[in-house]
């Protein structure tokens, strides 16, 4: 649980951080960069654990997590003098901080988007979690390797995340590409529905790549849309993400258990219109 709290903390500041230190114009193209490393970091976590649990022990995994943020930590000591100098402005006093977080929360557009962006991660969260099961519910066969495998759609989304800033141009703008990105993870549950072990590893892909073309636009736009309190707004995006993740780890399951896949598919789907909404809602008001 409190590893849980500091992971956010981490990336609160690390989103803020970007926000404060580049070029407004550039603030998109950067948070699309940093989607992308988290994405290469989450997928190698999977994977590389996946195979040292195979081949030696789960508790390994854990000693590779701890070396891993030993690591980050000595990376984030480069930082400390350039953040002296970046932060100082932005920072709210400790007296207007719950004015500030419910000034920000009152905003309609900030709302909305952070209602898709719950909407969002509970999606991935739940198919990432429940994913294992619908492999062997299709192959009983599946090893642990085959399951880690299976998030190899994964690296579409550092892909994507690379060419956020191109889509936007693509589609006119972050609103239009947000709603493509949407429709794309709505096609991808439909097809990870058909029960065949190669075409859920396709779907994935498609899965991942739509999912994370909302992110990586959603996180830019943002934080270009923010004039001031971006720590206060990156701190609500990031709760309104995990706030998702979390509800969408445990939540859907009873369904599953109840019901089964098809029922599962169906409330995610629900779930998605209800983000798609939103992001309609977040037009209607920004006009």
């Not at 969002?120 to 990432?128: K, N, P």
């Amino acid at each position: 649980m409190i590893e849980g709290f500091l992971i956010s903390a981490v990336l609160t500041s690390n989103m803020t951080y970007i926000s404060l230190s580049v070029e407004t114009d550039k603030v998109a193209l950067y948070m699309s960069y940093y989607i992308a490393v988290t994405i290469m970091g989450g997928f190698s976590g999977r994977l590389i654990s996946g195979i040292i649990a195979y081949y030696l022990s789960w508790r390994f995994s854990f000693y590779f997590v701890t070396l891993s943020f030993i690591i980050g930590a000595l990376l984030a000591l480069y930082l400390v003098e350039d953040i002296k100098n970046v932060v100082g402005p932005d920072v709210v006093k400790h007296e207007s901080l719950f004015k500030g977080y419910l000034s920000v929360v009152k905003n309609k557009l900030y709302f909305f988007v952070y209602m898709a962006v719950f909407c969002m991660f509970f999606v991935f969260a739940a198919l990432t979690n429940f994913l294992p099961f619908r492999i062997e519910s299709i192959d009983k066969s599946s090893s642990e390797i085959t399951i880690g495998l299976a998030y190899s759609g994964y690296l579409m989304g550092i892909f994507v995340s690379f060419l956020a800033t191109k889509f936007v141009k693509i589609f006119g703008n972050q609103i239009k590409a947000m709603i493509f990105g949407f429709f794309v993870y709505i096609s991808a549950i439909l097809i990870l529905n058909i029960p065949n072990i190669y075409i859920v590893f396709g779907g994935m892909f498609i899965f991942c790549g739509g999912m994370f073309l909302i992110h990586s636009v959603a996180s830019g736009f943002l934080n270009k849309l923010a004039k001031d309190k971006k720590g206060i707004v990156n701190g609500i995006y990031i709760a309104s993400y995990y706030s998702g993740g979390v509800i969408g780890s445990y939540a859907p399951g009873f369904v599953y258990k109840q019901f089964g896949w098809y029922f599962f598919s169906a409330l995610l789907i629900f779930i998605l219109l209800i983000g798609l909404a939103s992001i309609f809602q977040f037009r209607k008001n920004s006009y």
